[in-house]
């Protein structure tokens, strides 16, 4: 979609192709598949093709690539709109409820989501989604001969990333962080984390698009992370560099290379390690640091399941997505952590996905993905809103602008995109 919000010509004849590819694969095999886009690709698109392949009936799925918005657009403009689509963005299914485009569902009996998750996907008093897949997004990854003592605080954090970064200036020892600010995804991830563990309340009115962008606790998140961002050193190559680096490039910096040696980034960083580890050292991983005693907020991402107007099956399809036993064949293969806790935490084979399921269960410290819950033009992935922001922010404070100024800037900026957006203030 373009940044005006129009679908493309190639990206209406993708959908399109798509939708005939899909209607003539289901009729070959004599009776009509349920068709299923998803926002899946490589390892996870196999994995999830396991778990239909147990479904009573014919599944057809097909990738969406990178946009799923302007695919199901495309698809919709097209006339052949998909019955069911998986997306990470739970803003995306309120506005689609909002257009009819969408029909209620209905979770089964063995579905429960932590308190909050499930109000996202409302609309009108009816449900219409369900949390398929869920993502941990407060991860530090390391490998443990780099790191021997992980820093237990923010201000700890800092502290080692100068004492680090001096080493790495003199060439004597590798950068102490790895960032993929390339993508700005991983940098609204940052300040997720920092503004969910300062202000809370801030984050969350910011979600439901009542916050102020140029509030005092944004201001303050922006200025915690020009305190490490800033810091000579910090960064494999400096700021520029970093700005040209891919997420997974950040990652094998980490594990493979070896050239910094933390990474911040979710649980799906596991599946980037098992394709480009160097060596038989396990990475392991830490709670993102918080300004106070003990764990901070844990931010979620998360894969919901809709069902279009027109669809044949769909229903039922995303009722039986939610059962405690339809992801076992993903759960069995490892890489998958589920938002229903009604899955015992034992059907987990991985001890890790285990204690980060364990984590997402815990009490009034689960907040959703912001940016995956701000209107489409504020959230950057089509080019413009918080996305590029948060790039220009973090090249202001790694290229010596004052934190005060490069604040200033940013506020006024993300203030700017959610008026455009009609979000926030």
């Known amino acids: 979609m373009t940044p005006g919000g129009r679908v493309t010509r190639r990206a209406l004849l993708r959908a399109a192709a798509a939708g005939t590819a899909a209607t003539v694969a289901g009729c070959a095999g004599g009776s009509r598949s349920v068709q299923v886009a998803v926002v899946w690709s490589g390892g996870e698109l196999d994995r999830f093709r396991d778990v239909v392949a147990t479904y009573p009936h014919p599944v057809r799925v097909v990738s969406a690539g990178n946009d799923i918005d302007a695919f199901l657009r495309a698809r919709h403009l097209a006339g052949t709109s998909p019955d069911v689509a998986i997306m990470s963005r739970p803003g995306l299914v309120t506005e689609y409820a909002a257009r009819e485009w969408l029909r209620p569902v209905r979770p089964s009996t063995e579905y429960a989501v932590p308190i909050g998750l499930g109000d996202l996907l409302m609309a009108r008093g009816q449900r219409f989604g369900v949390w398929v897949k869920a993502a941990h997004k407060s991860l530090v990854w390391h490998l443990p001969s780099m790191l021997p003592e992980q820093p237990t605080s923010w201000d700890a954090l800092v502290a080692l990333t100068r004492r680090l970064g001096a080493l790495a200036r003199r060439g004597a020892g590798p950068a102490p962080l790895a960032i993929g600010a390339a993508d700005g995804w991983v940098l609204t991830d940052w300040f997720e984390n920092v503004l969910a563990d300062l202000a809370p309340a801030a984050y969350d009115a910011l979600a439901a698009s009542d916050g102020d962008w140029q509030g005092r606790a944004v201001r303050d998140t922006l200025d915690r992370l020009a305190e490490l961002w800033s810091i000579d050193g910090a960064f494999l190559g400096g700021g520029r560099r970093a700005l040209l680096t891919q997420y997974e490039e950040s990652v094998i910096q980490v594990v493979n290379s070896r050239r910094a040696v933390m990474v911040f980034e979710a649980d799906f960083t596991a599946e980037v390690v098992g394709r480009f580890r160097s060596g038989a050292e396990t990475p392991v991983s830490f709670r993102f640091p918080s300004a106070g005693a003990g764990g901070g907020a844990l931010i979620v991402g998360g894969d919901v399941a809709v069902v279009f107007a027109d669809a044949r099956g769909g229903v039922e399809l995303v009722e039986w997505l939610t059962r405690a036993d339809a992801f076992r064949p993903w759960l069995r293969a490892g890489g998958y952590l589920s938002p229903n806790t009604t899955i015992p935490l034992t059907d987990y084979a991985d001890p890790v996905r285990r204690q980060l399921a364990r984590e997402m269960r815990g009490p009034d410290t689960l907040h959703f993905d912001l940016s995956d819950q701000l209107p489409a033009p504020f959230t950057g ?45």
Request: hydrophobic content about 45%; aromatic content about 6%; glycine content about 12%.
């Open 381 to 425: 992935s089509d080019g413009i809103g918080i996305w590029p922001i948060m790039q220009d922010f973090f090249a202001d404070v790694t290229d010596g602008v004052r934190a005060d100024e490069a604040v200033r800037r940013a506020t006024r900026q993300l203030a700017a995109a959610a008026r455009d957006a009609d979000g926030g203030r």
